[in-house]
């Protein structure tokens, strides 16, 4: 790539011109350059676009909050949590279907809790989405700020506006998840270290600025204990090895920092155990299931996470979450590499060390992998994209007509073709009630969204062919926010439905309402369905006590144990003359079901007459929930619907004989 050649004839050629000498970055130990005039201006011409950044990010953030997907399992971890706390009155104890869960950090419940609080309502999908869109506008400034720091104002207009309109941001700036928080956090953290040690004059700014990155990882750790350790700690080791930024840790100001960030987290962690039921031993098995299983791969759910395809897992993500601008990924990388007298060296190094050290962390280090966990790695990379997309859009960069034509009768061409073909698709495989949704209400949003996007990149693309590249690059932001504006209010809720645990979630609304006694007699086989217990508020207790089960195997995890305990206690509950009302996925009814007797029999038992209440009436068998009894219900006795295939009973014949629970349908046996 040709390097960035600035313009005085454009309409912002004030945002790219590159820095004179004396403007640009003094090494840790010099003192930084006073102000000048130029210096001065350039930085009035930032924050009118950071105000605009800010002011249209507040906009898309707190779109329809009331609407758009119905919330996932995900989400309702954090949403039933902290209306159960809410209700208790409890800040300390966090609870989840009436039973303790002590293995997260509070953060997440009290910000819900809060915004509750401040609306004066009980916690819904709104609150729970607020944390995250004030989140995600705080995440778009901290690139902004950070990208303006180390390659100018209008860098840091493209990293800023491109992460705004960004596949990731969108995606999970609508949900109840903690994880857009946890992201936030990190960014300020790691930029407010690097500007305060590598960017900063020594003196009182330097400090402030040391000091806000160490109490933001402590509200990280808030948030999402241990995760900063990770997501912070390894980047600032890194730096400080590579970087040798030793020097660095002579100042005091580190210990009062180590205060800081204790104080949001650690008082938290003391009274948890002394307001918890069990044991401080019993507290340090959970936490040590939840962070160091998952992360050396002994927790049973992400055992499959072992398979070979899970290494390329995070560098198909990092394509995903730049869409639209994907494309650039590989330029804005090796712009970390690349002399550039615009961009100061030692914050393109530190970016690189930001998401080299957690890119392998997370793909090499960890086994357990999630979307949601790579989120604090991408803000270097908007960083380093702002500085690509700054010269990929530079008025002044000679670009052949021939290449851009080529593009955008290629888009004009393609784009619908594309169109159809996905239409097609869609309308082939999702056509009925077994289906995760139906074309049929689907088929208009995605025609209008089709077509917005067809629209909306031919003329950016025809912007960029006759040279208005700044404008060609607003037109691709306003396309994808429109486009999400409509997506989100219109497609949304129908792809992100939840048929499946909608349909048993009304039904199981209406049993207890009906007979609320019901509720008593209730428990849950294997792992909740949060998104049940979320939309139905119905609560009811896992068949198997998880923290007796743990402190027995002292803090170690057997899946097969605990598959078999499971089954002991169902078959022992369903026995009784008292009614015993087991909710459980689908598979787990049919593996019960087939292979129930045989170890009824290896326990001297019977094996004990079942009856089916309630099922979702929706979605695919996948997704499906059963309720069932040891006693007839007192309405007629559903039949199962769809039949099990004979495929779908071997499967379950055989999944308690795999110790894999990856490959177990409906979760593991303990969270």
């Not at 800010?54 to 779109?63: E, I, S």
């Not at 119905?70 to 209306?83: K, L, M, P, S």
């Not at 840091?156 to 992201?183: E, I, N, Q, T």
């Not at 039904?507 to 007699?521: F, G, H, I, S, T």
Request: charged share 20%; aromatic share 12%.
């Amino acid at each position: 790539m040709n390097e960035p050649q600035p313009s005085a004839d454009s309409a912002d050629a004030g945002l790219r011109q590159p820095l004179p000498a004396d403007q640009r970055q003094a090494p840790p130990h010099e003192s930084a350059p006073a102000p000048v005039p130029d210096q001065r201006r350039r930085e009035m011409q930032a924050a009118p676009w950071l105000l605009a950044l800010v002011g249209l990010t507040l906009v898309v953030a707190f779109h329809d909050l009331s609407g758009g997907a119905v919330f996932d399992g995900t989400d309702c971890w954090v949403a039933q949590t902290a209306r159960e706390m809410q209700e208790r009155g409890d800040w300390i104890l966090p609870y989840f279907s009436g039973e303790e869960r002590l293995q997260k950090s509070p953060g997440p419940y009290w910000a819900v809790m809060a915004v509750s609080l401040l609306r004066g309502v009980p916690v819904d999908e709104v609150g729970a989405r607020i944390p995250n869109s004030l989140a995600a506008v705080g995440l778009v400034a901290v690139v902004f700020w950070l990208t303006r720091r180390i390659a100018g104002a209008r860098a840091a207009v493209f990293a800023g506006f491109a992460a705004a309109s960004s596949g990731m941001l969108l995606y999970w700036m609508g949900r109840g998840a903690a994880d857009l928080d946890v992201a936030f956090f990190t960014s300020l953290a790691l930029a407010a270290l690097w500007v305060g040690i590598a960017d900063e004059s020594p003196g009182r700014r330097r400090n402030l600025f040391i000091l806000l990155a160490y109490f933001s990882a402590g509200l990280c750790m808030l948030y999402k204990m241990p995760m900063p350790l990770v997501t912070v700690g390894i980047p600032a080791i890194c730096s400080l090895v590579v970087q040798n930024r030793w020097r660095a840790l002579k100042n005091p100001i580190h210990l009062v920092g180590l205060v800081l960030f204790l104080l949001p987290w650690l008082p938290w962690a003391f009274a948890l155990v002394s307001a918890s039921e069990e044991s401080w031993k019993t507290v340090l098995y959970k936490w040590k299931v939840e962070y160091v299983d998952r992360m050396t791969g002994e927790l049973p759910n992400v055992e499959a996470n072992k398979q070979w395809f899970f290494y390329l897992f995070y560098v198909g993500l990092a394509f995903v979450y730049l869409l639209p601008y994907s494309a650039s990924l590989p330029g804005a990388v090796s712009r970390a590499f690349r002399r550039d007298p615009n961009v100061k060296r030692d914050g393109r190094i530190f970016m690189a060390i930001w998401f080299v050290s957690l890119f392998l962390f997370f793909t090499f280090g960890s086994t357990g992998k999630e979307a949601r966990y790579f989120l604090p790695a991408m803000p270097p990379l908007f960083v380093l994209l702002g500085i690509e997309l700054s010269w990929f859009f530079d008025p002044a960069r000679p670009v052949k007509r021939n290449g851009p034509l080529a593009a955008t009768i290629a888009l004009a061409v393609l784009l619908p073709v594309g169109a159809v073909a996905g239409a097609y698709a869609l309308a082939k495989d999702f056509t009925g009630p077994s289906d995760t949704f139906e074309w049929t209400d689907l088929r208009v949003p995605y025609i209008v969204l089709c077509c917005l996007a067809t629209v909306g990149c031919v003329i950016s693309a025809a912007l960029f062919l006759r040279g208005r590249r700044n404008a060609s690059f607003a037109a691709l932001v306003a396309t994808v926010w429109v486009g999400w504006f409509w997506g989100w209010s219109k497609m949304a809720p129908v792809v992100g439905a939840q048929r499946g645990d909608i349909s048993f979630a009304t039904q199981l609304r209406a049993l207890v309402d009906a007979e609320p006694d019901y509720r008593e007699r209730m428990f849950q086989v294997a792992q909740q369905n949060p998104t049940i217990i979320w939309h139905s508020d119905v609560r009811y207790p896992r068949v198997l006590n998880q923290l007796e089960t743990l402190n027995d195997q002292k803090g170690e995890r057997d899946y097969e144990v605990e598959v078999r305990k499971i089954a002991e206690e169902m078959i022992r509950k369903l026995s009784s003359d008292e009614l015993a009302l087991l909710v459980a996925t689908r598979a787990h009814y049919l593996q019960f079901k087939n292979q129930g007797p045989a170890f009824a029999r290896e326990l001297g038992l019977e094996m004990p007459e079942t009856h089916l209440w309630i099922q979702s009436e929706a979605g695919p068998p996948r997704h499906q929930t059963i309720l069932f009894g040891n006693q007839p219900p007192p309405f007629e006795e559903p039949a199962l619907e769809p039949p099990p295939p004979e495929q779908e009973s071997r499967r379950s014949r055989a999944t308690s004989r795999r110790a894999t629970p990856g490959d177990e349908p409906g979760g593991t046996v303990l969270r």
